[in-house]
């Protein structure tokens, strides 16, 4: 039976925004980045009270069915609790429906609040293996929550042969002259629109081409940056999702012209640019008039809680 929890407790939760796949890491690889959600919570006596400002706003549901309210409470029964009410501000920066795991975002804020809430009653918080697999079944696949749970980089994976799937993740300290550009259109884009895209088989070849970028892609990371641009190479995703977001693959394909190494950031319709220089101005332009934001971003650690 769940232990109800005292009302004035508080925490405040800092989550990274993250992207996945990063080229050929479809579903397994992942990065966090230094674009957060702060997450306010006390408990009450009784009642729910919901806030968002920011992205998001006047578009989520502010009542139970609010993401971050279900992995609280998810968060908190897998810890033996249960709190008599709450008050949840929800202050945003991860742009909603981009490619910049705000779902997971989310999914990973609210289990990180309730293991604040546990902390602050005095009982044993779950550990980040726990908290990756509690974001991930929110998710369906582990990439972007792992990134937000662990920070840095992520090289994550499902065991789906039982009834219930298991993730897991572990991280990849990423080199420090590694620099990470976004391009950010206003369109958005869901992932299960761009996920039918795919098809159901890839060619034996296509396979090993993306197995070969993709173990690249975790020694590009970590020692190697010179070798970014052959490891973001990718055939199983970015091309089917092309016709999608027209806009995203045309500012994709300028950018790699250019000696960059860009990807669609999970499901776009973001870019991510990673490179160890300054974008070159005629990149930078490119992408503007396509009407994208750049913004610098750093590699983020993990989800912090006070």
């Given at each position: 039976?769940?232990?109800?929890?005292?009302?004035?407790?508080?925490?405040?939760?800092?989550?990274?925004?993250?992207?996945?796949?990063?080229?050929?890491?479809?579903?397994s690889?992942?990065i966090?980045?230094?674009?957060?959600?702060?997450?306010e919570?006390?408990?009450?006596?009784?009642?729910?009270k919901?806030?968002?400002?920011?992205?998001?706003?006047?578009?989520?549901?502010?009542?139970?069915?609010?993401?971050?309210?279900?992995?609280i409470?998810?968060g908190?029964?897998?810890?033996?609790?249960?709190?008599?009410?709450?008050?949840?501000?929800?202050?945003?920066?991860?742009?909603?429906?981009?490619g910049?795991?705000?779902s997971?975002?989310?999914?990973?804020?609210?289990?990180?609040?309730?293991?604040?809430l546990?902390?602050?009653a005095?009982?044993?918080?779950l550990?980040?293996?726990?908290l990756?697999?509690?974001?991930?079944?929110f998710?369906?696949?582990?990439?972007?929550?792992?990134?937000?749970?662990?920070?840095?980089?992520?090289?994550?994976?499902?065991?789906?042969?039982?009834?219930?799937?298991?993730y897991a993740?572990?991280?990849?300290?990423?080199?420090?002259?590694?620099?990470?550009?976004?391009a950010?259109?206003?369109?958005?884009?869901?992932?299960?629109?761009?996920?039918?895209?795919?098809?159901?088989?890839?060619?034996?070849?296509?396979?090993?081409?993306?197995?070969s970028r993709?173990?690249?892609?975790t020694?590009?990371?970590?020692?190697?940056?010179?070798?970014?641009?052959?490891?973001?190479?990718?055939?199983?995703?970015?091309?089917?999702?092309?016709?999608?977001?027209?806009?995203?693959?045309?500012?994709?394909?300028?950018?790699?012209?250019?000696?960059?190494?860009?990807?669609?950031?999970?499901?776009?319709?973001?870019?991510?640019?990673?490179?160890?220089?300054?974008?070159?101005?005629?990149?930078?332009?490119?992408?503007e008039?396509q009407?994208?934001?750049?913004?610098?971003?750093a590699v983020?650690?993990?989800?912090?809680?006070?």
């Open positions: 039976m769940s232990e109800v929890l005292p009302a004035g407790l508080a925490t405040t939760v800092l989550v990274p925004a993250s992207s996945a796949n990063l080229g050929p890491g479809f579903d690889l992942g966090a980045l230094s674009l957060y959600d702060e997450i919570v006390n408990t009450t006596e009784s009642g729910l919901v806030a968002v400002e920011g992205q998001g706003a006047g578009e989520v549901p502010l009542d139970g069915s609010h993401l971050v309210v279900r992995a409470e998810r908190l029964a897998a810890g033996g609790a249960a709190a008599p009410g709450l008050i949840v501000q929800c202050h945003n920066k991860i742009p909603h429906s981009r910049l795991g705000s997971a975002a989310a999914a990973v804020a609210g289990l990180g609040v309730a293991n604040g546990l902390a602050k005095g009982r044993a918080v550990s980040d293996d726990v990756v697999q509690l974001a991930s079944e998710e369906g696949h582990p990439d972007n929550a792992a990134a937000s749970v662990l920070g840095g980089a992520v090289v994550s994976w499902s065991e789906t042969s039982g009834a219930t799937p298991i993740a572990t991280r990849l300290d990423v080199h420090p002259d590694i620099k990470i550009v976004a950010i259109p206003e369109e958005q884009s869901s992932t299960a629109h761009t996920r039918v895209l795919l098809p159901e088989a890839v060619t034996h070849v296509d396979a090993r081409f993306n197995i993709a173990a690249l892609l020694v590009a990371l970590t020692a190697r940056p010179d070798l970014l641009m052959t490891a973001t190479e990718d055939r199983l995703h970015q091309p089917q999702r092309a016709s999608a977001m027209p806009a995203s693959a045309d500012v994709l394909a300028y950018l790699r012209s250019q000696g960059v190494a860009a990807v669609l950031s999970g499901a776009g319709p973001a870019v991510l640019a990673l490179t160890t220089v300054d974008l070159p101005d005629s990149a930078v332009k490119y992408a008039d009407g994208f934001s750049l913004v610098a971003m983020s650690a993990g989800v912090s809680v006070r």
